[in-house]
């Protein structure tokens, strides 16, 4: 089973900038794809983006959508979240997770209706002050 560690977080003031990166214990598989999802306290899960391997794509929340971005480096099977603009409503606990983009997918296994979650790490804090 696919591993995935964290690295980076941390906190900053409203405006700020913070990245996290995560990285993939090797065997991929074809339909591997990386994001990442968040939880804030008394909130539920929410998805923030993911980038696939074998299609190169990247998928954002409408959330997050222009001033997060994911990079990937698929030799080094990592990922990169770099989050500009950060508000205080980003604060929240920040999960890499590691899988399979798929047709269809519905239930807690899925980050989003496009992605099966097969591994996640043990998170990372972002707090974001005013």
């Known amino acids: 089973q696919v591993r995935v560690t964290e690295t980076g977080g941390g906190s900053v003031e409203a405006g700020g900038s913070l990245s996290v990166s995560c990285a993939a214990s090797?065997?991929?598989?074809?339909?591997?794809?990386m994001g990442w999802f968040r939880r804030a306290p008394g909130k539920g899960r929410e998805w923030v983006g993911f980038?696939?391997?074998?299609?190169?794509?990247?998928y954002y929340a409408d959330s997050v959508k222009g001033r997060f971005t994911i990079t990937r480096d698929t030799s080094e099977n990592t990922a990169h979240l770099q989050m500009n603009g950060l508000q205080p409503e980003d604060t929240a606990a920040y999960y890499c997770v590691a899988g399979s983009e798929v047709e269809y997918c519905s239930g807690d296994e899925c980050l989003t209706n496009r992605f099966r979650i097969r591994s996640w790490g043990r998170g990372t804090q972002i707090t974001v002050s005013l």
């Open positions: 090797a065997p991929t598989f074809s339909d591997f794809a």
């Open positions: 980038t696939t391997w074998n299609d190169e794509r990247t």
